[in-house]
């Protein structure tokens, strides 16, 4: 495994790819600057070993083109604030200005490209903007998780031209991920709810066959519980996926992987904030009310197992956690993962949510900074940010 430690970065131009793509409002003002303080160690780090720090980022969507409210300046200011340092900011990401002011740098400096989604050959992984982008350093770090699941110019294109590591970020996310994979730590156990079976299917393939617990909640279980046959009444649920549902819970009869559901739900009348509603066992749901949560003894036999396991993975929440009474079993299971004396590893952008509005996330192991880039490395895909700086994904897929 190759080490950002490892590497005499003393007066290089080093380009570190970062995840500065912070939540903004329409003036384009940091909402939550979590992601920015995450890059902050390799950054630290490389400033104080003297190198000429070049970060570069995406931020929103501009689709290859200038858009205002996505300029970098409030990413770098704020930087500057959090690192107490004077931060150079660029209106470019490539060209003969950038290279000048480059050179310009003494060891020690740190300086932010613009936006690296403004230029169409980012998205595109075009070598010549790769190459453009790999000119302007001797050593490329990636400490950018959350896109490594793009094959873009900033993240694979530039790597390969350039001696390539990862940073401090990069390498706990694929520590950690792994631990909950492939760890040593048994038993294993592993929480998976949300919206939908679809979007988590090779996820739910990848568990049931590694850990020891699935524990299954949220929309996803609708289409457990009516493969086994019960009543959901008008719960959603995904027709196409029932006969799924029933080959993972025989694949987890063979691997002797405990899959468990709900033994009780809370059920609404109607899709609503102030929806009628009530705890029923779940073999009593009532014609035409739907599941909009797990219920009170489902979060007690959860907890049970979680309190057992040696690692624990949760992503995705329990119930439409959204409105405060279908919230109990997300904030139950948060609360329950929270105090497991396992290792604890929380991934997506809705249970990650839910973990800060408790305020539990410094009783988590590690919160996972990747939405589409940490489930991809859980389903055993091979990200492009980790291939192309030489970063061996310790987990078989
Ligand atoms: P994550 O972002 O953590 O991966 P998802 O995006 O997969 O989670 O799912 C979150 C969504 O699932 C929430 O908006 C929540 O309201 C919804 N959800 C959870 N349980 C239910 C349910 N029983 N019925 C309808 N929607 C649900
Ligand atoms: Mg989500």
Request: with cysteine; charged share 25%; aromatic share 6%.
């Amino acid at each position: 495994m190759q080490s950002l430690k490892k590497v005499d970065v003393h007066n290089k131009r080093v380009l570190v790819r970062v995840d500065f793509n912070v939540p903004t409002d329409k003036k384009g003002n940091i909402i939550d600057d979590t992601r920015i303080r995450e890059s902050l160690p390799t950054l630290r780090y490389l400033v104080d070993q003297g190198a000429r720090v070049i970060a570069v980022s995406h931020l929103g969507r501009p689709k290859g083109k200038p858009v205002e409210e996505f300029r970098m300046d409030k990413v770098a200011r704020h930087l500057g604030h959090l690192m107490k340092k004077s931060v150079i900011k660029m209106d470019e990401c490539v060209g003969p200005a950038v290279k000048k002011a480059i050179e310009a740098m003494a060891p020690g400096d740190i300086m932010v490209l613009e936006n690296v989604r403004f230029y169409p050959g980012e998205e595109a992984n075009d070598p010549e903007f790769s190459r453009q982008l790999a000119e302007l350093a001797d050593i490329y770090v990636n400490d950018a998780f959350g896109a490594a699941h793009r094959a873009h110019a900033s993240i694979s294109g530039v790597a390969d031209l350039l001696p390539s590591v990862p940073g401090f970020l990069l390498e706990k996310e694929v520590t950690m991920l792994s631990k909950v994979m492939s760890g040593a730590e048994n038993p294993r156990a592993a929480i998976v709810g949300g919206a939908k079976v679809a979007d988590k299917l090779t996820l739910l393939k990848n568990l049931v066959e590694k850990m020891d617990v699935l524990i299954i909640g949220g929309a996803m279980a609708n289409t457990f519980l009516k493969a086994r046959g019960l009543n959901i009444g008008q719960s959603v649920f995904e027709e196409a996926l029932v006969d799924t549902a029933r080959e993972l819970m025989e694949i987890a009869r063979e691997r002797n992987t405990k899959l468990l559901l709900p033994v009780d739900v809370v059920v609404a009348d109607h899709f609503a904030e102030d929806a009628k509603h009530q705890i029923v066992p779940v073999d009593q749901v009532p014609d035409g009310w739907m599941i909009l949560d797990i219920g009170p003894e489902t979060v007690k036999a959860y907890r049970q197992y979680i309190n057992q396991a040696r690692t624990v993975f949760w992503n995705g929440p329990m119930g439409v956690y959204e409105f405060e009474a279908f919230s109990s079993g997300t904030n139950g299971v948060a609360r329950a993962v929270a105090s497991a004396p396992a290792i604890s590893v929380v991934g997506g952008g809705d249970s990650m949510a839910a973990v800060y509005h408790l305020g539990l996330q410094n009783k988590i192991t590690h919160v996972s900074t990747g939405g589409g880039a940490t489930l991809e490395f859980l389903e055993g895909k091979r990200l492009p940010g980790l291939v192309s700086c030489d970063f061996r994904q310790q987990m078989v897929g």
